[in-house]
């Protein structure tokens, strides 16, 4: 099983790829120095194997390599920072403002 994290734009996220194939992904709004992370999603036949751990940790190495902040709006990513350290001094609130410069479709 070969896998693969990039960063996609239209809409903006960081994707999974096993073999070839979109597995999940975490998709995330850039705000006023900030990045929002909104909604993580594993397709059902790659769920239970991990990947959406890996593909947040990725998305939150690239925020902090860019110099912004972390908006955890998504459950799985408030969960996944609960667990694993290092992203604490990163991390803000939630503010009325960030939360309407999440896209709604």
Not at 8 to 23: K, L, S
Not at 48 to 60: P, Y
Not at 78 to 100: N, R, S, V
């Amino acid at each position: 099983m070969s896998t693969d994290i990039s960063r996609q734009t239209g809409p903006d996220r960081f994707e999974i790829t096993v073999d070839g194939q979109v597995a999940g992904f975490a998709q995330f709004v850039d705000h006023d120095g900030r990045r929002v992370f909104f909604h993580t999603e594993t397709r059902p036949e790659f769920s239970g194997q991990g990947l959406a751990g890996q593909v947040v940790e990725h998305a939150l190495a690239a925020t902090r390599d860019e110099g912004l902040r972390i908006v955890a709006v998504c459950p799985y990513v408030k969960k996944w920072l609960e667990t694993h350290e290092g992203y604490g001094d990163l991390l803000d609130a939630a503010t009325p403002d960030l939360l309407g410069a999440i896209p709604r479709s």
